[in-house]
T-cell receptor, first 113, second 110 residues
Framework: AQSVTQLGSHVSVSEGALVLLRCNYS??????LFWYVQYPNQGLQLLLK??????LVKGINGFEAEFKKSETSFHLTKPSAHMSDAAEYFC???????????FGQGTRLTINP | EPEVTQTPSHQVTQMGQEVILRCVPI?????FYWYRQILGQKVEFLVS????????KSEIFDDQFSVERPDGSNFTLKIRSTKLEDSAMYFC????????FGSGTRLTVV
């Protein structure tokens, strides 16, 4: 079975600071990995995805994530936080043949002015 | 940009009542899903639907739940007899090359 662990249910950074949201996964087969963002009262918006091509994946809004097989990690980063980045972030995994996504618990990102 | 549309955005129902949550997936997508998110918890898979039948379902998706694609455009989730613990945000998604999620329906069972 696949699983995702997001370290830190709440992360707070200052505007302009580096954003680092951690995600570790467990999968017995090569995974597909995703980061989604959820703004208040909205649905899940795809930030980026890894599907076995380049290990460094660039997404929308300046976010990127690096797939590290040896560490079973897929951490999300952004060099400089913006107030509009405040939201809930979810890491998710699927295997390459399955259809369903398995989500982590989510990390609420707060940006301090 | 194509969207997945869910209605209603918020529904309050009494325990024991039936509810139907509605979704209009993206028109050329072939795979459809329901997920739920209990307040403060993670998003959980409920069911996937392809070619007019359920392709996978989770342990949560028991006999109280059913899905239907009644007219080729809508995709519905029915809960026959709601329980307090069914209170959650329910997300519909459809998949073509990638997933697209709807904005969700917040179901409150009182």
């Amino acid at each position: 079975a696949q699983s995702v662990t997001q370290l830190g249910s709440h992360v707070s950074v200052s505007e302009g600071a580096l954003v680092l949201l951690r995600c570790n996964y467990s999968s017995s087969v090569p995974p597909y990995l995703f980061w989604y963002v959820q703004y208040p009262n909205q649905g899940l918006q795809l930030l980026l995805k890894y599907t076995s091509a380049a290990t460094l994946v660039k997404g929308i809004n300046g976010f990127e994530a690096e797939f590290k097989k040896s560490e079973t990690s897929f951490h999300l980063t952004k060099p400089s936080a913006h107030m509009s980045d405040a939201a809930e972030y979810f890491c998710a995994v699927s295997d390459q043949g399955a259809q369903k996504l398995v989500f982590g618990q989510g990390t609420r990102l707060t940006i301090n002015p | 940009e194509p969207e997945v549309t869910q209605t209603p955005s918020h529904q309050v129902t009494q325990m024991g009542q039936e509810v139907i949550l509605r979704c209009v997936p993206i028109s050329n997508h072939l795979y459809f899903y329901w997920y739920r998110q209990i307040l403060g918890q993670k998003v959980e898979f409920l069911v996937s639907f392809y070619n007019n039948e359920i392709s996978e379902k989770s342990e949560i998706f028991d006999d109280q739940f059913s899905v239907e694609r009644p007219d080729g455009s809508n995709f519905t989730l029915k809960i026959r007899s709601t329980k307090l613990e069914d209170s959650a945000m329910y997300f519909c998604a459809s998949r073509g090359l990638g997933y697209t999620f709807g904005s969700g329906t917040r179901l409150t069972v009182v």
